[in-house]
């Protein structure tokens, strides 16, 4: 499967994206599905996962609250509703698949997009 990440760009803190990850391949239906981030200098961190009917979320602590995942299998696609942003959350965001949501949390990812650059300026 291929994951493309997209909708990064230039905002300004306190704004809002929203970020889509569409999936081409085949479907990632039965697929869990994560978002992690990578700021410059630092390691790539665990950011938001989803189960694959949608029924269970997981989130890093520093984005509860404000970010929100999400999925539409019949567009085979996942989002990553960002509000309330800071420059903390400046980073390239990347979007995975794997088999189980544990397992997306944890990184052990089977398949990961390219990344889509977000930057908040404060």
């Known amino acids: 499967v291929q994951l493309q990440a997209s909708g990064g760009g230039l905002v300004q803190a306190g704004g809002s994206l929203r970020l889509p990850c569409a999936a081409s391949?085949?479907?990632?239906?039965?697929?869990?599905m994560g978002w992690f981030r990578q700021a410059p200098g630092k390691e790539r961190d665990f950011v938001a996962a989803?189960?694959?009917?949608?029924?269970?979320?997981r989130y890093a602590d520093s984005v509860k609250g404000r970010f929100t995942i999400s999925r539409d299998n019949a567009k085979n696609t996942v989002y990553l509703q960002m509000n309330s942003l800071n420059p903390e959350d400046t980073a390239v965001y990347y979007c995975?698949?794997?088999?189980?949501?544990?397992?997306?949390?944890?990184?052990?990812?089977?398949?990961w997009g390219q990344g889509t650059l977000v930057t908040v300026s404060s």
């Open positions: 995975a698949a794997g088999p189980s949501i544990q397992g997306v949390v944890a990184g052990r990812n089977d398949y």
């Open positions: 391949g085949r479907t990632i239906s039965t697929d869990a």
């Open positions: 989803i189960g694959w009917s949608g029924g269970i979320t």
